[in-house]
C-alpha cells in the first residue's frame, strides 16, 4: 500500500511538472525571443490599450513613439501586451 501512495504522487507532480510547468516555460522563451526581435517601427499593444510603435529598450523600460511627431513615453517591458504584438506583427508579414 506504501508504494501504491508514492506512485501517485510521483505521478501527479509529474503531471502537473508536464502540463503546467514546461508549457510556461516555452511561453516565456517565445515571449523573450519576440521582444529580442523587436525593430524601430513596430507596432506594440500596451496593457492600457495603447496601440504604438516601438521605439528602442532603455533599461527595464521600453521607450514607444505614440504618434508621427516624435512623442515617445516610457513603459515597463512587462507592461507590452504580448498576444496583441504578435497577432499584430504576423497580420503585418502577411500583408506584406
Known amino acids: 500500500m506504501d508504494y501504491l501512495n508514492i506512485i501517485i504522487i510521483v505521478v501527479i507532480f509529474l503531471s502537473f511538472y508536464v502540463f503546467f510547468i514546461i508549457p510556461q516555460k516555452r ?5 523573450k525571443l519576440l521582444l529580442n526581435k523587436l525593430k524601430k517601427g513596430d507596432d506594440l499593444v500596451m496593457i492600457s490599450g495603447l496601440c504604438c510603435k516601438f521605439s ?16 515617445t513615453l516610457e513603459f515597463l517591458k512587462d507592461s507590452i501586451l ?11 508579414n502577411i500583408d506584406k
Open 27 to 31: 511561453e516565456q522563451e517565445n515571449n
Open 82 to 92: 504580448i498576444d496583441k504584438t504578435k497577432e499584430l506583427l504576423e497580420k503585418k
Open 56 to 71: 528602442y529598450f532603455h533599461d527595464d523600460f521600453v521607450v514607444v513613439e505614440v504618434d508621427g511627431h516624435g512623442r
